[in-house]
């Protein structure tokens, strides 16, 4: 089946420090991929929308000068968390769609999450 | 907000037994579902998904059943084995798969030995 990785799959910053994740489709093309947050215990909340070669776009309530995403190629999108706090601690998945299925299935698929702990 | 719900949030069965987990969705221009697992500290895995066209639809181990009726959505595992154990989402999604998945707050299955 189709993969999507992430990376970092966790990382610890201190406060005020940005980070990068990467979202990684292996072996198709997405020029759609999604990014999640997820709290402990609670369901996936929708983030934003990447799309290739364009602006994502962000959920509401979702501050885009914040979480900043970058979708640059088929294959990759970035989600960097700008100054991040404490309170930005979560994980966080990208999910993606394999264009070439498009017509035959809705299915996303996930990347393994990143965990972010901000301290 | 959320148009997905889960009536249980904690499922412990034991193994061997059936599992059902029921999802109940807002929406009613929702046209496809998708049930997920997730295990603990990993990103979603697709369990099984369905059309709102199908009332039912069989897996390996699984079956998914839809009622467009009462907006209900369940999820069955045969014989539950213990690495069944772990969270269950249900999600909705429209325009057949093209919109973007709505989660619901998921049930989390305990399967004893």
């Known amino acids: 089946g189709a993969v999507v990785s992430q990376h970092p799959s966790w990382v610890i910053c201190k406060s005020g420090t940005s980070v990068k994740i990467e979202c990684r489709s292996l072996?198709?093309?997405?020029?759609?991929m999604f990014w999640y947050r997820q709290f402990p215990k609670q369901s996936l909340m929708l983030m934003a929308t990447?799309?290739?070669?364009?602006?994502?776009?962000?959920e509401q309530g979702v501050e885009k000068d914040k979480f900043l995403i970058n979708h640059a190629s088929l294959t990759l999108s970035t989600l960097t968390v700008t100054s991040a706090h404490p309170e930005d601690s979560s994980f966080y998945i990208c999910?993606?769609?394999?264009?070439?299925?498009?017509?035959?299935?809705?299915?996303?698929?996930f990347g393994e999450g990143s965990r972010l702990t901000v301290l | 907000g959320e148009s997905v719900g889960l009536h249980l949030p904690t499922l412990s069965v034991q193994e061997g037994d059936n599992s059902i987990i029921n999802c109940a969705y807002s929406?009613?221009?929702?046209?496809?579902f998708i049930w997920y697992k997730q295990e603990s500290g990993k990103g979603p895995q697709f369990i099984i998904d369905?059309?709102?066209?199908?009332d039912k639809r069989q897996g390996q181990r699984v079956t998914v059943l839809l009622n467009k009726t009462v907006k209900h959505l369940s999820l069955q595992i045969a014989a539950t084995q213990p690495g069944d154990s772990a969270v269950y989402f249900c999600?909705?999604?429209?325009?057949?798969?093209?919109?973007?998945?709505?989660f619901g707050k998921g049930t989390m299955l305990l399967v004893s030995p």
């Open positions: 929406n009613s221009a929702s046209d496809y």
């Open positions: 999910s993606a769609r394999d264009v070439r299925r498009a017509r035959d299935t809705g299915e996303l698929f």
């Open positions: 990447s799309n290739e070669g364009s602006k994502a776009t962000y």
């Open positions: 369905i059309r709102s066209n199908m």
């Open positions: 072996d198709f093309q997405a020029t759609t």
């Open positions: 999600a909705e999604n429209m325009n057949s798969g093209y919109s973007t998945l709505t």
